[in-house]
C-alpha cells in the first residue's frame, strides 16, 4: 500500500508537471466541447438550386419565390436551358436543378396538375435525399395553396385526409446539440482514459525507466495499479468539466441523476484503461502507440452511434457495434441527459462494460510482464 | 486470503545470503530459431562476495544481455545463473530486493528532481534516504547543490551520479553496472572508480562492464568478453603475465608507410597502432632483429620493448 502510494506521488507530479500533459487534458477538451457541436451539424442548409424557368408565369416566379424564402436554398443559378443547369452542376455551383414547363400555370389551372422536374446532384447522398425531399414538400405545399385558390371545394371532402401531428419527446426543440454534446463528451473521456495512459507506460518503456522499476520488488499489480488510477480521476475530471461547459454553453442540465452518470463512467473508464494497457503491453514507442489509438479512436467513433444511428447499420456491423465500449457510453449519456434514465434503465449497459472491464484488464495484465 | 498476502510479504522481504555471483553455462539466443543470433554462446563464470569484477568487451559481445540476464529482466535460453545463493529465474523477487542495477542508458525520471528520483527508488525498496544516506553520501554531496534541478537537466557526469546513488539506496548486496563510463570525460571517470573502491570497501558486490581496455587494470578480476564467447577470467596482472610472446613498440615519422612494412615481414605475427607508437607481436627473433629488417628496408625507427597491456592481450586471445 505504502508502494502504491509513493507510485501514485510521483505519476501525479509528472503529469501536473508537463505543460504539454496539461493543455491535451484540460485545453483541448474544451475547445472540442465548444467548437465541435457548433460546427458539426445534422441539418443539411445551403443548397445550391439552379432553376430553370420555361414559363416566366405568375405561379412559376411564386413558386420560385417560395422555395428561396424557405431558408433551405440558395438560388445560385437562373439558367435558360436544361443544359445550361446541368453545366452549373458539373461545375460544382450548384446542387439541385428545377425545370418547370412552359405550360405549367396553364396545365396547373386548367388539368390541376403540372409536372415539375428535379435533377439532383448525389455525390453527397445525405444532401442530396434532404434537399430533394425538402423540395418536394414545398411544391406539395404550393400545390395546396394553388388548389385552395381555384377550386370550389365540395362540401364534404372526397378522399379522407389523415393528418399527423406528432409531438417530440426528451428533445422537444430537436435541439442537435442537446444530442451531440454527451456523445462528444464520452468520445473525450475516452481518449483521455485509454491513450493517454497507453501513451504514458510506452514512455516509460522509450526512457528506459520502466527497467529501472523492474529490477525493484514492485510488483506487477502496483505498478499496473500506479498508472491506471490517476488516469481514472483525471477521465472523472474531464467529466466533470465536460458537464459543467455543457451546463454553461449549451444549458444542458441532465435530467436523470449524476450520480448515475459517474457511476457509469467510473465503470467505463476502467474498461477503456483496460485498452490503453493493452495497447501500451503490444507497443514498443510512442509513436506505434500514437498509430494505434488512432485507428481506434476511428473505430469507436464511427462504430459508436455518435454521428450515425446504429439502427439504420446493417446487421452485422450492428453486432460489431456490440463490441465497441463506446457506443454503451454514448447510449447511457443520451439515456440520462436527455431522457433522465435512473440506474434501473441502464444495468444491462453497466454489466456489458463491466465485463469489458474485466476481458480487457485481465488480458493486459497477462500480457504485460516484468521481463522479456 | 489475507494468509496468502503474509507470505507473499515476507517473500517480498527475502533477502540474498551473500554477494556471491555464479554463472553456469549461460546461452541466450535471440529471434527465430532459423534467423537467430546467438548474444551469449555459454558463459562460466563466478563472482566472490565483495569483489570488483569486471566484464570487458567491445560492443556487441553480450554484455548488456548478461548483465539482463543477471538481473532476472531477461529469461536465459539455457543455463543456470545465481546471484547470492538464489536462481535468476526461479527466485528473482528475492534479487530484485536486493541488487542494484544502473543501466547504461540513464534511465530515471528526467521530469523528476534529483531528490525525488532518489526519495521514489529508496521508498521503493521500502527504506528512506537517511538510513542507508552513510552508503551514498561521498557520491550524493556532489549532486547535491542541485537537488532541486530536475534530472533530465543535469550534465552527464551528474546524471550517472545520480544513477549510481539511486542504485544504492537500498544497500544492495550486488551492484551491476553495465558501461557506467561510456561517454563520461576522462576526470569523471578517474572519480567514478574511485567510489567504486570505496564501495567495494563496504562490501558490495561489484560486475562492471566496459568496452576500456584500460579500465579493466581497475579491477580485481577481468572476463574478456568478445562474441558472446569468453577469451579468459584471470585478475589483471594474470592476463598480461599469460601474453606468451615478445611485444615490441615502434615508431618513427611516417607512420602509416611504417605499419604497412611492419605487417608485411613475415616474422611479425600482429601490428597494430597503439597510441603513439606501433605495437608489433614477433612470432620470432629479437627486438635486434626487426631493428635489422627495417634498416634492410630502408625505414629508420624506434623499437623498444613493450610491457603487454590487457588490450595487446586482448588483441591476442580474440586471433587465436
Not at chain 2, 554463472?23 to 548474444?39: E, H, L, R, S
Not at chain 2, 530484485?96 to 544502473?102: C, D, L, P, T
Not at chain 2, 557520491?139 to 550534465?155: H, T
Amino acid at each position: 500500500m505504502r508502494t502504491l502510494r509513493f507510485l501514485l506521488q510521483k505519476e501525479f507530479r509528472q503529469i501536473f508537471r508537463d505543460p504539454a500533459i496539461l493543455r491535451i487534458i484540460f485545453v483541448m477538451p474544451v475547445m472540442q466541447l465548444v467548437l465541435l457541436p457548433m460546427a458539426a451539424d445534422y441539418e443539411v442548409k445551403n443548397i445550391r438550386l439552379a432553376v430553370v424557368d420555361h414559363d416566366h408565369s405568375v405561379y412559376s416566379q411564386q413558386l420560385i419565390r417560395k422555395i428561396s424564402a424557405s431558408g433551405y436554398f440558395l438560388l445560385t443559378r437562373y439558367a435558360a436551358s436544361y443544359q445550361e443547369a446541368m453545366k452549373a452542376v458539373e461545375s460544382d455551383a450548384a446542387d439541385l436543378v428545377l425545370e418547370l414547363p412552359s405550360s405549367f400555370e396553364k396545365d396547373l389551372v386548367k388539368e390541376e396538375e403540372a409536372p415539375v422536374f428535379m435533377a439532383v446532384n448525389a455525390i453527397n447522398g445525405v444532401k442530396a435525399s434532404l434537399g430533394s425531399a425538402y423540395l418536394r414538400s414545398i411544391v406539395q405545399d404550393f400545390n395546396q395553396q394553388v388548389r385552395a385558390e381555384w377550386l370550389q371545394l365540395p362540401r364534404f371532402n372526397p378522399e379522407p385526409v389523415v393528418q399527423v401531428t406528432s409531438s417530440n419527446w426528451y428533445n422537444p426543440l430537436m435541439n442537435y446539440r442537446y444530442f451531440m454534446v454527451p456523445g462528444i463528451l464520452v468520445i473525450l473521456i475516452t481518449m483521455i482514459g485509454s491513450f493517454l495512459a497507453a501513451l504514458n507506460i510506452v514512455r516509460e518503456k522509450e526512457i528506459g525507466t520502466i527497467e529501472q522499476i523492474n529490477v525493484t520488488p514492485i510488483r506487477k499489480y502496483q505498478f499496473i495499479l500506479g498508472k491506471l488510477i490517476p488516469f481514472w480521476v483525471l477521465g472523472l475530471a474531464i467529466l466533470s468539466i465536460g458537464l459543467l461547459i455543457a451546463r454553461i454553453v449549451y444549458g444542458i442540465i441532465p435530467a436523470g441523476s449524476l450520480f448515475t452518470i459517474y457511476l457509469f463512467a467510473a465503470v467505463y473508464l476502467l474498461a477503456v484503461l483496460g485498452i490503453g494497457l493493452l495497447i501500451s503491453s503490444y507497443t514498443q514507442t510512442q509513436q506505434q502507440a500514437m498509430l494505434i489509438s488512432f485507428f481506434l479512436i476511428m473505430v469507436f467513433i464511427l462504430l459508436g452511434g455518435l454521428y450515425t444511428s446504429v439502427d439504420s447499420m446493417p446487421q452485422w456491423a450492428r453486432y460489431l457495434v456490440k463490441l465497441n465500449p463506446v457506443s454503451y457510453f454514448i447510449e447511457v449519456m443520451r439515456m440520462v441527459v436527455l431522457k433522465g434514465s435512473g440506474t434501473g434503465e441502464i444495468k444491462g449497459h453497466l454489466i456489458s462494460i463491466l465485463a469489458f472491464a474485466l476481458f480487457f484488464n485481465t488480458w493486459a495484465v497477462l500480457s504485460y510482464r516484468k521481463r522479456s | 486470503m489475507f494468509f496468502k498476502t503474509i507470505i507473499m510479504q515476507s517473500g517480498n522481504r527475502r533477502q540474498l545470503n551473500n554477494g556471491h555471483v555464479s554463472v553456469a553455462d549461460i546461452v541466450m539466443t535471440y529471434g527465430k530459431p532459423n534467423a537467430a543470433v546467438q548474444a551469449l554462446q555459454g558463459i562460466n563464470f563466478e563472482v566472490k562476495p565483495g569483489e570488483l569484477f569486471g566484464i570487458i568487451g567491445p560492443d556487441g559481445a553480450g554484455k548488456t544481455s548478461l548483465f539482463r540476464i543477471l538481473t532476472t529482466l531477461l529469461l536465459p535460453t539455457g543455463g543456470r545463473a545465481e546471484v547470492g545463493g538464489f536462481d535468476v529465474v526461479k527466485d528473482y523477487q528475492a534479487i530484485r530486493n536486493s541488487v542494484g542495477y544502473m543501466p547504461g542508458r540513464f534511465s530515471l525520471y528526467p521530469d523528476l528532481t534529483v531528490a525525488e528520483n532518489l526519495a521514489f527508488f529508496a521508498t521503493i525498496f521500502n527504506t528512506s534516504i537517511s538510513e542507508n544516506y552513510d552508503l551514498i553520501k561521498d557520491i550524493y554531496l556532489q549532486i547535491e547543490p542541485f537537488r532541486n534541478r530536475r534530472a533530465g537537466q543535469l550534465s552527464g557526469g551528474m546524471k550517472q551520479k545520480l544513477a549510481l546513488s539511486c542504485a544504492l539506496i537500498h544497500r544492495p548486496s550486488v551492484l551491476f553496472l553495465d558501461e557506467p563510463t561510456t561517454g563520461v570525460d576522462a576526470v569523471s571517470r578517474r572519480e567514478f572508480w574511485e567510489m567504486l573502491r570505496r564501495l567495494k570497501a563496504q562490501g558490495i558486490t561489484i560486475l562492471v562492464s566496459t568496452p576500456y581496455m584500460d579500465e579493466a587494470g581497475l579491477c580485481e578480476r577481468v572476463a574478456l568478453l568478445q562474441n558472446g564467447r569468453m577469451l579468459g577470467i584471470d585478475t589483471p596482472a594474470g592476463i598480461t603475465a599469460s601474453f606468451g610472446k615478445l611485444l615490441l613498440a615502434v615508431r618513427n615519422e611516417n607512420m602509416l608507410p611504417l605499419l604497412k612494412l611492419l605487417k608485411s615481414f613475415e616474422e611479425v605475427e600482429e601490428a597494430y597502432p597503439f597510441g603513439e607508437y606501433h605495437h608489433v607481436v614477433l612470432k620470432q627473433g629479437s627486438e635486434k632483429d626487426l631493428r635489422a629488417r627495417l634498416k634492410a628496408a630502408g625505414m629508420e625507427a624506434e623499437v623498444i620493448t613493450a610491457v603487454p597491456g590487457i588490450e595487446d592481450c586482448f588483441m591476442d586471445l580474440m586471433k587465436n
